[in-house]
């Protein structure tokens, strides 16, 4: 392990760091580096296995010499075809024109390769209906379906092909093209789920910002209007020669100038705590940018509601450093876990406690950083432990942070309800 992707396994607390780059892209998004779009373009030439069948045809069918010459030459427009689509539909702001150019061309090197060369090369149709149902709008996707496996059928049956071979090939274009579209609505919902993810992450931060601007209204408008009224009501004790009059009034604007102080930092206190909640939602659209799939139950956003929030709030913390430690350290790791527990130590005091836990190589020989320093502090201004090293069977990380779950007080039986 190299200190360039690992000296320790966090960094400090708080910082997102650069997203550590991936030779995969996610699906959905545009392809953003020549190395993602080389990875892409391989995985697709994998399914083009399948045109072994007619480059069978063209070395050992009897075909003459223009006859071979012309599969081959049809056989690597059509392969390059199916390149330039795939790169098109790879980049941000592709051309719809130029991809319904491109697959007219291989419908059309299909017709003309099978009508030429024979059945074996009904094969391409295949390719031919997924590309289709790649460029078609959904809701006029099964009708183009139809007509290409229409199509499909018609061009064996005019070439004479075997029965038996022109209903599997058609069935087979109509099916891949269908299973296409719906990958196309899969890959669709899961952009607009990461979309929708980080909305909520921003309106979250959104919330917050409202929050302390509503509490900062209400504290410095009361202290300010306060003080306002005392100045002008100790200048007028001082005109009249009331010294000692001005004296308590200018006292009394030192204490609530104080006490509004006092106020404006807790309330700045309150909107720099993180909430779990929050970093739940950020956690979701950090890992999913570095291509680590975050497995949480809904529930763990309630999971301790009477939580105190100083202690809340380091749970908050031990959540945010485990996801800065994944994304900045966690080289291979493609799942994190998150759950939340109770446990008891040995004088009865309960206990909550936040497991998180990625599938990466794992902390190795590195010493713990600052991170894990300044985390381990945090927890323990509210009486909690920090615990951490390998995931079950030796794999991955794990940090489990522990707070006490102290009951909230009750209120006293005589205690007025009036106000």
């Given at each position: 392990?190299?200190d360039?992707?690992?000296?320790?396994r966090?960094?400090e607390?708080?910082e997102?760091g650069?997203v550590?780059?991936?030779?995969m892209n996610v699906?959905?998004?545009?392809?953003?580096?020549?190395?993602?779009?080389?990875?892409?373009v391989?995985?697709m030439?994998?399914?083009m296995?399948?045109l072994?069948?007619?480059?069978s045809?063209?070395l050992?069918?009897g075909h003459?010499g223009?006859?071979?010459v012309?599969?081959w030459v049809c056989l690597?427009?059509?392969?390059?075809?199916?390149?330039?689509?795939?790169i098109?539909r790879s980049?941000?702001g592709?051309?719809?024109?130029?991809?319904q150019?491109?697959?007219?061309?291989?419908?059309?090197?299909?017709?003309?390769s099978a009508?030429?060369l024979?059945?074996a090369?009904?094969?391409?149709f295949?390719y031919?209906?997924?590309?289709l149902?790649?460029?078609?709008p959904v809701?006029?996707?099964?009708?183009?379906?139809?007509?290409?496996?229409?199509?499909?059928?018609?061009?064996g049956?005019?070439?004479h092909a075997d029965?038996?071979?022109?209903?599997t090939?058609a069935l087979?274009?109509?099916?891949s093209?269908?299973?296409?579209?719906?990958?196309?609505?899969?890959?669709?919902?899961?952009?607009e789920?990461r979309?929708?993810?980080?909305a909520?992450?921003?309106l979250?931060?959104?919330?917050?910002?409202?929050?302390?601007a509503?509490?900062?209204?209400?504290l410095?408008?009361?202290?300010?209007?306060l003080?306002?009224l005392?100045?002008?009501l100790?200048g007028?004790?001082?005109?009249a020669?009331?010294d000692?009059?001005a004296r308590a009034q200018?006292?009394?604007?030192?204490?609530?100038?104080?006490?509004?102080l006092?106020?404006?930092?807790?309330?700045?206190t309150?909107?720099r705590?993180?909430?779990?909640p929050v970093?739940?939602?950020?956690a979701?659209?950090?890992?999913a940018?570095?291509?680590?799939?975050?497995?949480a139950?809904?529930e763990l956003?309630?999971?301790?509601p009477?939580?105190?929030?100083?202690?809340?709030g380091?749970?908050?913390?031990?959540?945010?450093?485990?996801v800065?430690?994944?994304v900045?350290?966690?080289?291979?790791?493609t799942?994190?876990?998150?759950?939340a527990?109770?446990?008891?130590d040995?004088?009865g005091e309960?206990?909550?406690v936040?497991?998180?836990?990625?599938?990466?190589?794992g902390p190795g020989k590195?010493?713990?950083?600052?991170?894990l320093s300044?985390?381990?502090e945090?927890?323990?201004?509210?009486?909690?432990?920090l615990?951490t090293?390998p995931?079950?069977?030796g794999k991955?990380?794990r940090?489990r942070?522990s707070v006490?779950l102290?009951?909230?007080p009750?209120?006293s039986p005589?205690?007025?309800?009036?106000?």
């Amino acid at each position: 392990m190299t200190d360039e992707h690992r000296t320790d396994r966090p960094d400090e607390p708080g910082e997102a760091g650069p997203v550590r780059a991936s030779f995969m892209n996610v699906p959905g998004a545009p392809v953003e580096t020549r190395r993602q779009m080389t990875v892409k373009v391989a995985w697709m030439l994998l399914w083009m296995t399948y045109l072994a069948y007619p480059a069978s045809s063209l070395l050992n069918g009897g075909h003459s010499g223009a006859e071979q010459v012309f599969g081959w030459v049809c056989l690597a427009v059509f392969v390059a075809a199916y390149v330039l689509l795939v790169i098109f539909r790879s980049q941000a702001g592709m051309k719809p024109r130029a991809c319904q150019v491109i697959v007219g061309t291989m419908i059309v090197l299909a017709v003309a390769s099978a009508a030429v060369l024979g059945g074996a090369f009904l094969t391409m149709f295949i390719y031919a209906s997924v590309c289709l149902a790649v460029i078609t709008p959904v809701k006029h996707a099964l009708r183009a379906l139809v007509a290409m496996a229409l199509l499909t059928a018609g061009t064996g049956l005019a070439i004479h092909a075997d029965n038996d071979s022109t209903t599997t090939f058609a069935l087979s274009a109509f099916l891949s093209g269908v299973a296409m579209t719906g990958l196309q609505r899969l890959v669709t919902t899961m952009k607009e789920l990461r979309e929708a993810r980080a909305a909520v992450a921003h309106l979250a931060a959104s919330e917050e910002r409202l929050r302390l601007a509503r509490d900062l209204h209400d504290l410095l408008g009361h202290s300010l209007s306060l003080i306002t009224l005392k100045s002008e009501l100790a200048g007028r004790f001082m005109d009249a020669g009331k010294d000692e009059a001005a004296r308590a009034q200018v006292a009394e604007i030192e204490q609530v100038a104080r006490q509004s102080l006092i106020d404006v930092r807790e309330a700045v206190t309150g909107f720099r705590r993180p909430t779990l909640p929050v970093e739940l939602a950020a956690a979701r659209t950090a890992l999913a940018a570095a291509q680590v799939r975050l497995e949480a139950a809904p529930e763990l956003v309630d999971a301790w509601p009477s939580l105190a929030n100083e202690e809340a709030g380091a749970l908050a913390w031990a959540l945010r450093e485990a996801v800065t430690n994944i994304v900045r350290h966690g080289e291979g790791a493609t799942v994190c876990t998150v759950t939340a527990d109770e446990s008891w130590d040995g004088g009865g005091e309960r206990y909550a406690v936040l497991e998180i836990t990625d599938n990466g190589p794992g902390p190795g020989k590195s010493q713990p950083g600052n991170g894990l320093s300044g985390l381990e502090e945090r927890l323990a201004l509210v009486g909690g432990r920090l615990e951490t090293g390998p995931g079950e069977r030796g794999k991955g990380f794990r940090i489990r942070a522990s707070v006490p779950l102290r009951p909230v007080p009750a209120p006293s039986p005589g205690a007025s309800t009036a106000s």
